[in-house]
C-alpha cells in the first residue's frame, strides 16, 4: 500500500513517515528541495519535488496512491494543496487525512470530538478549513481530521520553551512559567501520534470523522514548568497572562494560555489506540533534550 504524505521532513511528519515504512507502506513524500528530497529518501520515502517540472500532477500522485496525509497544513498553502489534490480523491473511497489541532475547541477539561469548536484567532483558520473538507458532500470523499494536542517528544515541539527559555543572566537559572501555570495542557508524544495516523491510514473502511490525539496526563503548566527547572536546578517565576502576550507575542500566548484536558476515547475505541509513550512531565524531568533512552538521540539506556 502506498501513502502520499507531506511535511515528512517536519516534527510531527517526519515521526509519520518512520512509522509508516516500519509498517511497510510506500510513502511519497512531497517536498520543496533537493536536501529534504535527500532527507525522505534516506529514511526509505519516495520524494517527489512538486516545485520541478513532472508529467505527474499532485492530484495524479494522490490517485496513485491508497490515502494522503497532510501533516504540514499551513494557513497561506492549505487552499492550493486541497485544490490540487483532491481531483485524485474523488469518488475513490480513498482517505484525506487532515492535521488539525485540539486548540480548535478552546477551553476545557473533558474535551471530545463533539464539543463545540471555540478557536482562538490564532487557529480560527484550521477550524475552517477543517469544517469546509467534513461539510464538502463530493462523491467518495473520505476526511478525517486529526485533531492533537500538543505534541511533544525527541527534544522538540512546542515544550522546548521549558528549555529554550531559561535564563541565565542572574547567578541562578530562572525559568518564566506560561501565565501563572495553572492551566492544563493537553498533549501527546509524537510517536503515539504517528501510531494514530498509521490506524487511520490501515482501517478497512473511512467515513468523514475527527480523532481527538492527546493521553490521559492530567498536567499543569505549572507541574511542568517545575519539572523542567528541577532538571536545570533552576527557579519558575509566574507570570501574568499579559507578560506571557508581551513575551511570546498574543497569537502563541492566546493558544498556550488555554486550558485543555481531553479524551481521545473515539480512537481508542474504533481503532484500538493507545498511547505508550512517556508522560511530558517526565521527559522534562529527564531534561527533556537528553532523555534517556531514546534512540532519536543517541541517549544511554
Known amino acids: 500500500m502506498s501513502v502520499l504524505l507531506t511535511g515528512a521532513t517536519g516534527f510531527i511528519g517526519q515521526a509519520v513517515l518512520t512509522a509508516l515504512v516500519a509498517a511497510g507502506y510506500r510513502v511519497t513524500a512531497l517536498v520543496d528541495?533537493?536536501?529534504?528530497?535527500?532527507?525522505?529518501r534516506?529514511?526509505?520515502a519516495d520524494p517527489f519535488l512538486a516545485s520541478e517540472e513532472d508529467t505527474r500532477t499532485i492530484s495524479e500522485l494522490a490517485l496513485e496512491s491508497d490515502g494522503v496525509i497532510h501533516t504540514a497544513t499551513s494557513r497561506a498553502d492549505d487552499a492550493d494543496f486541497i485544490a490540487a489534490v483532491m481531483p485524485g480523491l474523488l469518488t475513490s473511497d480513498k482517505p484525506f487525512v487532515y492535521t488539525s489541532s485540539l486548540w480548535t475547541y478552546g477551553s476545557g477539561l473533558d474535551l471530545t470530538e463533539e464539543s463545540p469548536a471555540a478557536p482562538p484567532a490564532a487557529v480560527a483558520w484550521m477550524d475552517e478549513t477543517a469544517r469546509r473538507l467534513l461539510a464538502d458532500d463530493s462523491e467518495g470523499m473520505r476526511v478525517v481530521v486529526?485533531?492533537?494536542?500538543i505534541v511533544y517528544g525527541h527534544g522538540q515541539g512546542i515544550p522546548r520553551r521549558f528549555v529554550d527559555d531559561l535564563d541565565r543572566s542572574g547567578q541562578e537559572?530562572?525559568?518564566p512559567s506560561i501565565g501563572d501555570g495553572s492551566q492544563h495542557w493537553a498533549t501527546v508524544h509524537v510517536d503515539d501520534l504517528a501510531d494514530l495516523y498509521v490506524r487511520i491510514i490501515g482501517a478497512e473502511s473511512h467515513q468523514k470523522d475527527v480523532y481527538i490525539a492527546a493521553s490521559e496526563a492530567d498536567e499543569t503548566v505549572a507541574e511542568l514548568a517545575a519539572a523542567a527547572a528541577s532538571a536545570a536546578g533552576a527557579t519558575v517565576r509566574a507570570e501574568s497572562a499579559e507578560e506571557t502576550g508581551e513575551r511570546l507575542g498574543a497569537a502563541l500566548a492566546g493558544v498556550l494560555l488555554l486550558d485543555q484536558h481531553a479524551r481521545a476515547d473515539r480512537a481508542k475505541d474504533r481503532l484500538g489506540w493507545?498511547?505508550?509513550r512517556p508522560a511530558l512531565r517526565d521527559?522534562?524531568?529527564a531534561g527533556y533534550l537528553d532523555v534517556p533512552g531514546d534512540p532519536l538521540l543517541g541517549s544511554p539506556a
Open 146 to 149: 486529526v485533531a492533537p494536542g
Open 283 to 285: 521527559e522534562l524531568r
Open 173 to 175: 537559572p530562572v525559568l
Open 42 to 44: 534516506a529514511a526509505g
Open 33 to 40: 528541495d533537493q536536501d529534504d528530497a535527500d532527507q525522505v
Open 274 to 276: 493507545r498511547t505508550t
